[in-house]
């Protein structure tokens, strides 16, 4: 079991910055991957950025070059940084962890960015 706690959602103007944080209940050591994915109203849950166990990184499309994803070890947390933010890119932001073929969520956190 992993537990996952998101924060450092917010209201922010477009072109500022965010850092979220994402704090697991366990040794991220431990987990094969951790990723961000984010809801806009109406629409589906995406991935846009995932750090693996291994330390590599993967980004979809709308996430390369502003949003940047990286991890502590000693505090079990992954940070998602976040730049020039758009009206766009509000969403509720969920952490995801995944152990084998366990997928584990949190509750999510809000981002909300104004014109």
């Known amino acids: 079991q992993v537990q996952l706690v998101e924060s450092g959602g917010d209201l922010v103007q477009a072109g500022g910055s965010l850092r979220l944080s994402c704090a697991a209940s366990?040794?991220?050591?431990?987990?094969?991957?951790m990723g961000w994915y984010r809801q806009a109203p109406g629409k589906q849950r995406d991935m846009f950025a995932t750090?693996?166990?291994?330390?590599?990184?993967n980004y979809a499309d709308s996430g390369k070059g502003r949003f940047t994803v990286s991890r502590d070890h000693a505090k079990n947390t992954v940070y998602l940084l976040m730049d020039s933010l758009k009206p766009e890119d509000t969403a509720v932001y969920y952490c995801?962890?995944?152990?084998?073929?366990?997928?584990?969520w949190g509750q999510g956190t809000q981002v909300s960015v104004s014109s």
């Open positions: 750090i693996f166990s291994y330390g590599s990184t």
């Open positions: 366990r040794s991220i050591f431990s987990i094969d991957s």
């Open positions: 995801n962890a995944r152990v084998a073929v366990n997928s584990y």
